[in-house]
């Protein structure tokens, strides 16, 4: 069974602390990972992805993979109310040649003033 | 329009009853999926196109589902003789191709009310 996992929270943070949202995944041979972003009745929205091990930096956004232990995860720096919303891991299941991706059943953050 | 186009937003509709489901990929994407995302639940993969063809429809939960692709663009799901554990929020995306690297981007979804 290829799994996704993550804590469903709420992780809750204050105003600018830096928030860590965990993922770990059972497949070895998964070789993508995504990060959405989704907001209360709204669609995901992708906000980082990463592919290599280590870390990858897109503003105050960073992505941690270490396929070793199978886990990824992201860091929200200096995190802002308007970040409070479901985080969800996804990771691609190699089928047939394409990209399939399982999702995990996301983190709830919260960002209080 | 730039992004992935789903209709219509909202549907209800009483069981039994057969929906059509649209989705309007980003211009130039050759792969399209579609998920089905439950209340507070994730997301379940559906079925995933490559152009016309649909290599993989694995995660359709009976044969009640059906979809179809044309002109490498538009995609329609179809629920037929709708029950109520079928009502859920029904999300198409689009990638440029279907390969492992590509980021999946995705519509508003079709929040579908069984009654």
């Known amino acids: 069974q290829k799994e996704v996992e993550q804590n469903s929270g709420p992780l809750s943070v204050p105003e600018g602390a830096i928030a860590s949202l965990n993922c770990t995944y059972s497949d070895r041979g998964s070789q993508s990972f995504f990060w959405y972003r989704q907001y209360s009745g709204k669609s995901p929205e992708l906000i980082m992805f990463i592919y290599s091990n280590g870390d990858k930096e897109d503003g105050r956004f960073t992505a941690q993979l270490n396929k070793a232990s199978q886990y990824v995860s992201l860091l929200i720096r200096d995190s802002q109310p308007s970040d409070s919303a479901t985080y969800l891991c996804?990771?691609?299941?190699?089928?047939?040649?394409?990209?399939?991706?399982?999702f995990g059943t996301g983190t709830r953050l919260l960002v209080s003033p | 329009g730039a992004g992935v186009s789903q209709s219509p937003s909202n549907k209800v509709t009483e069981k039994g009853k057969d929906v059509e489901l649209r989705c309007d990929p980003i211009?130039?994407?050759?792969?399209l999926y579609w998920y089905r995302q439950r209340l507070g639940q994730g997301l379940e993969f559906l079925i995933y196109f490559q152009g016309n063809s649909a290599p993989d429809k694995s995660g359709l939960p009976s044969d009640r589902f059906s979809a179809e692709r044309t002109g490498e663009s538009v995609s329609t799901l179809t629920i037929q003789r709708t029950q109520q554990e079928d009502s859920a929020v029904y999300l198409c995306?689009?990638?440029?191709?279907?390969?492992?690297?590509?980021?999946?981007?995705f519509g508003d979804g079709t929040r579908l009310s069984i009654l």
């Open positions: 996804a990771v691609n299941v190699m089928n047939t040649g394409f990209q399939k991706l399982v």
């Open positions: 211009s130039g994407h050759t792969a």
């Open positions: 995306a689009s990638s440029p191709a279907g390969g492992s690297h590509q980021p999946q981007h």
